[in-house]
């Protein structure tokens, strides 16, 4: 029974006084700051709308804009397709299995800036790991960094690389399929793939849901490895690393803030389009009736 | 209501026992420098000043001592040393902001002229004046950094001078005599050219600044007035000569240099020519015999220094005494790294770094003509404009009137 | 027959994982092992061309210049204590609200959540200097009072979102039954949803610790004094404007991984397949 009264607010104050305390006074704040030019010592010079007008006249915005936007159409599919898999893979009784995991969710742990300079070496073109094995097969030497349309390929290499570290939510909706389920699927007959196109995927939507988009706010912020490893012809400045030179390097800090409320909006409209298409896909179990209408 | 009362209680326990905790932390640091200062509750008027440096693990731990030990000595004021590990200078910015600025920060040279517009720094002429400081001690190249907008505003520490360090291994073996501080860049080239054998490079010289090819044929990007100056006859020669080396297949592609890092292909015998600061390790870390000179000339004797400056806040409370602090504290770092930016100074690098007696004499005259940075307020874009329209497409061979023209459009546009 | 189709279909299924994890394994465990290699490395064998992943010998050294040179322990400690109030504030106080959210319709309620939600969506680099300059303010700064207190003050919106999902996907009837049985809602969440939701509540809370862990911005930021600092902090130290000290570091990164692994790898074991839920249903 949902309790039509207002006990849930009861549950998310606590929120709300942090909201409050804590946010609502650096937003408005930031929100001000994006309106003027700020080199973040003296104070801010009001200008209107103009950090917005000039960031669509300027051409590294607009090139640091598209490679993340592209970056990002093509990751979070990826991200989601592999963890997923992988998680699929780990889900099972076979002897090592914590060690796999373990082994698998490295990437999540070790992360930083000496994994950063260790990528760096491994697409590296004339020593680095990923040519070396290639060049035993007589294939390369690719200049992974160093040819701007290979830029983007590496960086999803390292997607892909990194995506036990996403394993792990799916494997706690894993953990809510009832083995009865499978069983009784067994006893029909079904194959893995209709297993899993059945029984799993329905159940996990709620988690591919949040992965999808903790995934787009993930991609358009992607920061610290892009910031270390670069590309060729600005082929790895991302959105944030063209911020982050403005706010710290360049003292543009209302140029860069500018830049953070456009990003904002951008993540926004992504995630209620996201939050719109939902009630077509994800499954909630509490929410009973579209069960029987979707007849899984 | 039942609920509310044990989820208030929850969230109380929970924030209290955070506070409680955080508060023993402060606490037991409190006291901690309760004690620091204990020795001193005789003097308790002593000016108390803050340094933010970059230095870590080991290097902290001795400017800890070296600045400890002025502290025991005067009784004007007590400097603390403050760590910051990382991403030094958007820590240095936030602090700034947040109106906790340091009274004295570590700044690389290329920050001076840029915080100095921004209003951040104090000027140092006038304290300094009733400070025992010595003006004529200093280099004059090093001391320039540290001196904006007609007024001195940062102490340099430290001068690195870049030299030429040879591979005396690889020059026996190639019949090649070794450079004598006379050299020219085509001297240098054609030494280069007989030194480059297969997997092996003459030079290197992508860790070189590109000005200092336009310092050697008299040029420069930006003139002391801040006049652009890169399309003038003197520079254009530099440039010129930076593209003939780039492409006279002596000296490395950018990518090979950049994934093994300069400094280490010379020490693993790739290169055998490598121009860097005069206090690099090379002797004791590389198993040939290495050998020192002055960098190659155009028409100028000269050559870049890499310089840290320390530099006072406009904020600090008392000018006068922290001037005199840092005067004190820039003066024993002067004995505590190399190269020192003062004559005085200079001598210390036998005692220190005893490995470097055999050059003292090159590193000297190099620490006289060198020189640091024309730097703007606006540097950091500038050089990102340099790197993207000038470095880069010279070195693909682009024609250098074209890349000069998009370069100084591109200046233009940042500095309007 | 039909035991045996499944045996064989069972053994050569293992195969295939075996050997799918095992590439797979090799690929994430490189890291881990040229941070290894490094850590033994003496000083001048660190940069050789092409690189060798096997040390020249074992250079012990380079863990107690780690240990020595920046306070190891002091660091450590630091560190444990942020990360644990982290933690509790995050997995406790994150799922409080997250009940709050999935289980119950009050007015305004998805303009609450989206609200929650855009936080995320604004990168931190802008509101850094206006949240610096408040802490500051309040004279909080040079202490863990920025770092933990404002968890407790609704948890973190990440994992709010993500217990959601989880408590959304509980059927009804789980509350129905309780509610006649007389138990309030406080007593259905902690009696009910929470010991349900034990994995989710272990992946965040894994999540959190590793975040808090290997966080370097926040403290970097908000710590001063030398003897507050963290592990990360710390081991920057060894990450000089003018030279890296790889040995020490890579010693003292793979003694600051251990903790995490090791909760890591205790933590898993509760996901164990279709153990779950298999009775609540019935």
Avoid at chain 1, 184 to 204: R, S, Y
Avoid at chain 2, 181 to 193: N, Q, R, S, V
Avoid at chain 2, 290 to 312: D, Q, Y
């Amino acid at each position: 029974m949902r309790q039509k009264n207002q006990t849930g607010y009861l549950y998310i104050m606590p929120w709300i006084i942090g909201f409050f305390v804590f946010t609502v006074i650096p937003l408005g704040f930031a929100f001000y700051i994006g309106l003027t030019k700020w080199d973040t010592f003296n104070t801010p010079e009001f200008v209107g709308l103009g950090n917005y007008v000039s960031l669509f006249k300027d051409e590294d915005f607009l090139k640091a804009l598209w490679v993340t936007i592209r970056f990002g159409l093509i990751s979070v599919p990826l991200g989601i397709a592999t963890s997923l898999l992988i998680a699929c893979l780990v889900n099972t009784k076979i002897k090592g299995v914590n060690l796999f995991r373990t082994a698998l969710y490295l990437p999540a742990v070790v992360s930083g800036v000496s994994i950063s300079l260790l990528w760096k070496w491994i697409l590296d073109q004339d020593f680095g790991l990923i040519n070396m094995i290639l060049s035993k097969f007589g294939i390369g030497p690719f200049g992974w960094l160093t040819n701007p349309d290979l830029v983007l390929p590496s960086y999803l290499m390292i997607v892909v690389w990194g995506a036990g570290g996403g394993m792990l939510t799916y494997l706690a909706g894993l953990q809510d399929i009832p083995s009865h389920l499978y069983e009784a699927a067994d006893i029909d007959g079904a194959n893995l793939f209709h297993k899993f196109k059945n029984i799993t995927l329905p159940i996990l939507t709620p988690v591919i849901f949040y992965n999808l988009v903790m995934g787009i706010v993930g991609a358009m912020r992607k920061f610290s490895d892009a910031y270390i490893i670069g590309g060729a012809d600005n082929e790895g400045r991302f959105f944030m690393v063209y911020l982050y030179e403005n706010a710290f390097k360049y003292f543009k800090m209302g140029y860069a803030t500018a830049m953070g409320w456009v990003l904002f909006v951008i993540i926004l409209a992504l995630t209620l389009i996201v939050f719109r298409s939902s009630s077509a896909w994800v499954y909630y179990e509490s929410e009973v009736k579209k069960k029987s209408k979707k007849g899984k | 209501m039942k609920f509310w009362k044990s989820t208030l209680s929850l969230i109380m326990v929970l924030s209290l026992s955070a506070m409680l905790m955080s508060a023993c932390g402060s606490n037991s640091n409190e006291s901690k420098n309760k004690d620091a200062s204990g020795t001193n509750t005789a003097v308790a008027e002593k000016v108390k000043l803050k340094v933010t440096t970059w230095a870590g693990a080991d290097e902290l731990k001795e400017f800890e001592d070296l600045v400890n030990k002025l502290n025991a000595d005067s009784d004007e004021y007590s400097i603390e040393v403050q760590s910051i590990p990382s991403d030094y200078y958007q820590k240095l910015q936030t602090m700034i902001a947040g109106n906790q600025a340091p009274d004295f920060m570590w700044l690389s040279q290329e920050y001076v002229p840029q915080y100095e517009s921004m209003g951040v720094l104090a000027s140092l002429d006038e304290p300094l004046a009733k400070a025992d400081f010595n003006q004529d001690d200093y280099f004059p190249g090093a001391l320039d950094v540290g001196k904006y907008d007609n007024q001195l505003v940062a102490l340099p520490w430290i001068s690195q001078p870049y030299v030429l360090y040879y591979n005396q291994d690889m020059f026996d073996k190639a019949g090649v005599n070794a450079p004598d501080g006379t050299w020219t860049w085509d001297d240098f080239i054609e030494a280069g050219k007989k030194l480059t054998t297969d997997g092996q490079w003459g030079a290197l010289i992508n860790n070189m600044p590109l000005p200092m090819f336009l310092w050697s044929y008299g040029g420069d990007v930006f003139d002391k007035d801040g006049n652009i100056t890169l399309d003038s006859p003197e520079s254009m020669k530099g440039l010129e000569m930076y593209q003939k080396i780039a492409q006279s297949g002596v000296v490395p592609a950018r990518s090979q240099a950049d994934s093994m890092g300069g400094a280490d292909m010379f020490k693993t015998g790739k290169v055998a020519m490598f121009i860097g600061g005069a206090g690099d390790d090379f002797e004791k870390t590389s198993n040939f015999k290495v050998g020192m000179s002055l960098p190659p000339k155009g028409s100028e004797e000269v050559t870049f220094s890499w310089i840290g400056v320390t530099a006072m806040s406009k904020k600090t409370k008392n000018p006068e005494v922290a001037a005199k602090a840092l005067n004190d504290m820039t003066k024993a770092i002067h004995q505590w790294k190399v190269v020192s930016p003062t004559k005085t100074g200079f001598d210390e690098i036998t005692k220190i770094r005893p490995e470097k007696e055999y050059a003292v004499d090159t590193i000297r005259k190099a620490s006289e003509v060198a020189r640091g940075f024309n730097n703007q307020p606006k540097q950091a874009e500038l050089d990102a404009a340099i790197w993207d329209k000038l470095v880069q497409p010279l070195e693909k061979g682009e024609d250098i009137q074209k890349t000069v023209d998009t370069t100084i459009a591109k200046f233009n546009e940042i500095l309007k | 027959m039909f035991t045996s189709n499944m045996k064989s279909r069972r053994k050569w299924r293992n195969i295939f994982l075996y050997f799918f994890l095992t590439l797979f394994s090799v690929a994430t465990l490189l890291p881990l092992i040229w941070m290894i290699s490094t850590s033994l490395k003496s000083g001048d064998v660190i940069f050789e061309m092409p690189p060798r992943f096997l040390p020249d010998g074992f250079n012990w050294n380079n863990y107690s210049r780690a240990i020595e040179e920046i306070n190891f322990f002091v660091l450590f400690k630091n560190t444990t204590i942020i990360t644990l109030l982290q933690m509790l504030s995050n997995v406790f106080v994150s799922a409080l609200v997250a009940y709050g959210f999935a289980r119950f319709d009050f007015r305004w309620k998805t303009f609450w959540f989206m609200l929650m939600l855009s936080t995320i969506m604004i990168p931190g680099e802008v509101t850094m200097i206006p949240v610096f300059i408040a802490f500051s303010k309040i004279g909080w700064v040079d202490s863990i009072k920025p770092l933990v207190i404002p968890g407790f003050f609704g948890g973190s919106p990440v994992f709010i979102f993500l217990l959601r999902q989880f408590f959304l996907s509980m059927p009804k009837e789980l509350e129905e039954s309780a509610v006649i049985d007389g138990a309030n809602s406080f007593k259905i969440f902690y009696r009910i949803f929470l010991p349900l939701s034990i994995p989710a509540l272990i992946t965040i809370g894994i999540f959190s610790f590793q975040g808090s862990w290997n966080d370097l911005l926040g403290p970097l930021i908000y710590l001063n004094s030398t003897d507050k600092f963290t592990l990360t902090l710390g081991l920057s130290m060894f990450k000089g404007m003018m030279k890296v000290e790889w040995g020490p570091l890579m010693a003292g990164s793979i003694m600051a991984l251990l903790p995490v692994l090791v909760v890591f790898f205790i933590a898993q074991r509760h996901f164990v397949e279709g153990v779950k839920l298999s009775g609540i249903k019935g």
